[in-house]
Structure formats: C-alpha cells, structure tokens
C-alpha cells in the first residue's frame, strides 16, 4: 500500500470510553467523503497541538465512512494522550497525516498474535482479516488488569476458542514459552506492546527460529554513543551536507534547505525512510528488521547515523 502523504482535516464523530485510561475516537471526513484507503497494521499522524503522534487503526478497512484510534492515557508521557483524552471532543477538526504503516501483515499459514495493553490496537483488523480468509490463529492478549485491556470482552465473546486473555494481576505475566511452543511451523507471529514483552519475544522466537513481526510504540533504548560527523551526498543533485555530532541526518538536510517528509523524530514511525545508495548506515531506528537494516538499503533519517564517511542517499 502506498502512503497517504496529504495531510487532510478530518472531524471528530464519536469518542467513546473504551477501557479504564483508554478512550476510542471515531473520525470522519469533514465533507462526507471516503476516508483513505489503509490495510491492517497501518496508523495515521493526529496533530495535536503542538505535537505530532501516531496512533494505530483499529477499525475495519473496508469501512470507508470512518477511522477508529484508541489511545492509552499516559501520565508521564509527551502530552499526545492527554491532548486526546482532556482536549479532545467531538465535532472538533484536526489534521491528520496518512495512514502509513510498517506494520505490514504478510501471507503466512497460520498466526501467533500476542498483545500487551494498548498493542492490541494494530492488532485488531490483523485478527479480523485472517479469520475471514479462514487461516488459523490465536490471540494472547494481556494487561494489568481486565478492566485496562480494552476489546477484551468482545474478542473473548467473538472469538471464544481462539483467545487467552491474562490480566497480570491475577494470571502474572503472557506465558510466551506455551503460546510459542503450540504454535504450528510456518507461523508468522505478530506482537505489540511494552518494551518488556517485546524483548522478551524478541529472544524467544530468535532462540526456536520464529519469524517475529513487532511494532513499537516507543523507541528501543539505544547504548551507541552520539557519532562522529559525516557527509551525506544528495544522489540526485550531487549536493553533499555536512552532519556534525550533535546533529540527525534530519537536522542537517533541514538546516541546507532540503525538503524531507518526517514524524515522529524518534526512529518509530517510518515517515523519513530514505533509500540508501552508497556508504554503510548505523541504524538507531525502531522500525525496521534486523534483516532489513543488515541490507542496507534504507535508514530513518531522523536517529541513524553513519559508519562511513559518506552516506549517499536517494533524494
């Protein structure tokens, strides 16, 4: 699917609780007009504000009337949540980039789905479109407490024989090991949650072979030293820019005067993937496979860097 670079208003039509700190937003096109198209595992930019976050689509994308978010209230976070949960009402307009995704669901014959908290929300129209090709699947979903897991009940009611819900204040933390060790071979297993459960599935499937597919809402913490400076040559103009050690390739493209599509700022979103041409990137980002960025091939502009002196990128 290709991007939906616009920006476009879009009008706040339903906001609704959807489990304790967790709110679902419907929006709809201003004029009555379709919606953009998207596929399972996409998410679009809201502006909020002064800041720009991506949110997961949890709807059905065969419904072009409307788009759904649900979004998680975090106290200590960057102020997006609380802008969409305390500022945020309905038949309020806001702008919107998008949908984009990195998140991609691929073909495979059968499907892990693991989900902690507010990551099942990518993972929602993933379960719906595998269950209408009728490919098997099952769902481990878990949260602090029931009453937190939002669509729980209605997964549970829906899907009786396909889901394991595991509230950790009653059950302890997702028992990966079972889950893993009954899934079929072949299976793809997707997973979206804390950085925790993520790590923690990471080394699972890497130890028994798994293909894994995960999705961050947050950058994976990173122990590389700041870099030093490098030269970034712009392969269809033959410019070169220079990039210091306190800055992102962003940074420098921005302060010569090179227009980039960018987001998240952090290496989560994927908006300013850049193909790579010449040199070798050190990749900070959260997006991409470790097979990808082993390739080469692409980098996120806004936090990878350079292990040879000179990047040569397509733009």
């Known amino acids: 699917m290709s991007d939906n670079r616009a920006p476009r208003r879009m009008r706040v039509a339903g906001k609704e609780q959807a489990a304790d700190g967790v709110v679902t937003v ?6 009555g007009g379709d919606v953009p198209c ?18 997961s689509l949890c709807g059905d994308p065969a419904d072009r009337a409307a788009l759904t978010i649900s979004v998680l209230r975090e106290e200590g976070g960057r102020g997006g949540s609380l802008y969409v949960h305390d500022k945020l009402d309905i038949g309020d307009e806001i702008e919107i980039g998008g949908p984009r995704i990195n998140f991609a669901l691929s073909e495979a014959p ?10 099942i929300t990518p ?21 602090r407490s029931r009453a937190s897991m939002a669509f729980a009940a209605e997964l549970a009611a829906r899907y009786p024989d396909r889901i ?60 590389s030293a700041p870099g030093g400076a490098f030269e970034v ?43 790579v041409l010449g040199g070798r990137p050190e990749h900070r980002d959260s997006v991409l496979t470790e097979d990808e960025q082993a390739a080469n091939d692409a980098m996120m502009i806004c936090v990878s860097r350079s292990r040879t002196p000179r990047l040569v990128l397509d733009l």
Do not use: N
Not at 26 to 31: E, I, N, R
Not at 174 to 197: H, K, Q, S
Not at 251 to 265: P, T
């Open 26 to 31: 419907t929006l709809t096109d201003p004029a």
């Open 233 to 275: 040559e712009l392969a269809r103009s033959g410019a070169v820019v220079d990039v210091a050690e306190s800055e992102s390739v962003l940074d420098a493209l921005q302060r010569a005067g090179v227009a980039v599509e960018f987001s998240c700022r952090e290496g989560t979103c994927g908006t300013c993937e850049v193909a």
């Open 123 to 143: 993972l929602l129209p993933m379960v719906r479109e595998v269950d209408d090709r009728g490919v098997p699947w099952q769902l481990l979903y878990g949260g």
């Open 110 to 119: 059968c499907y892990l789905f693991v989900a902690g908290g507010i990551g």
């Open 38 to 55: 998207w596929e399972p595992g996409a998410h679009i930019d809201l502006v909020l504000g002064d800041v720009t976050r991506q949110y």
């Open 164 to 223: 394991r819900l595991s509230a950790q204040d009653e059950d302890g933390l997702l028992d990966l090991d079972t889950a893993l060790g009954d899934t079929a071979a072949g299976a793809a297993v997707y997973c979206c949650g804390p950085e925790p459960l993520l790590q923690a599935i990471e080394s699972a499937c890497r130890a028994r072979g798994i293909a894994l597919h995960v999705e961050r809402f947050a950058p994976k913490e990173s122990e």
